[in-house]
């Protein structure tokens, strides 16, 4: 699969918004057979184009009522002190999402914690690696978009009526 076609997109973008559709019920949306979607299916699975399904978890659920972006600038930029730094990073299940970044610092990480003290505990233990020099942090207020899904649709159309 080099190219995908107008057919594989409409199945990435309904899988997206619901993985959890089956290949009769993307055949139906999309007019092709149950067949046709399965081997679709497969081959953007095979080729990298989908890399997996997960459940999205409310944040009660997750026991991480509390969450935050961390930026983090590393003291030194070698591949020992950085694969060290990776290493903790993917160890600390408080870690939800991590990136390695361009700009005023080397990466930004969104974490997790049941209440404002685990977040403080969490973000002195990250300042207690050794790789770090600097940590900049925000706590998140809410959750509006994620993974282009709209969390909160009815504050957003609730808003767009307080503009008219």
């Known amino acids: 699969m080099t190219t995908l076609?107008?057919?594989?997109?409409?199945i990435l973008?309904?899988?997206?918004?619901?993985?959890?559709?089956?290949?009769?019920?993307?055949?139906?949306?999309?007019g092709l057979s149950t067949s046709q979607c399965s081997r679709r299916r497969i081959a953007l699975e095979q080729n990298g184009y989908i890399e997996g399904y997960q459940a999205r978890l409310a944040l009660k659920?997750?026991?991480?009522?509390?969450?935050?972006?961390?930026?983090?600038?590393?003291?030194?930029h070698d591949p020992e002190t950085m694969e060290r730094f990776h290493h903790q990073i993917n160890a600390n299940?408080?870690?939800?999402?991590?990136?390695?970044?361009?700009?005023?610092?080397?990466?930004?990480?969104?974490?997790?914690?049941y209440d404002?003290?685990?977040l403080n505990t969490l973000l002195n233990e990250l300042a207690s690696y050794t790789e770090v020099s600097q940590i900049k942090t925000s706590v998140i207020l809410d959750r509006l978009k994620e993974n282009q899904i709209v969390l909160h649709r009815e504050q957003l159309e609730s808003s767009d009526d307080m503009h008219v």
């Not at 659920?61 to 030194?76: C, D, F, P, S, Y």
């Open 13 to 30: 973008n309904l899988l997206q918004q619901n993985g959890r559709l089956t290949n009769q019920e993307l055949s139906q949306i999309i």
């Open 116 to 118: 404002l003290n685990g």
């Open 5 to 10: 076609d107008n057919y594989d997109w409409k």
């Open 61 to 76: 659920a997750q026991k991480r009522q509390v969450q935050g972006l961390v930026e983090i600038t590393l003291n030194h």
């Open 93 to 113: 299940p408080a870690v939800l999402d991590a990136y390695k970044v361009t700009g005023e610092y080397d990466y930004q990480l969104k974490v997790g914690a």
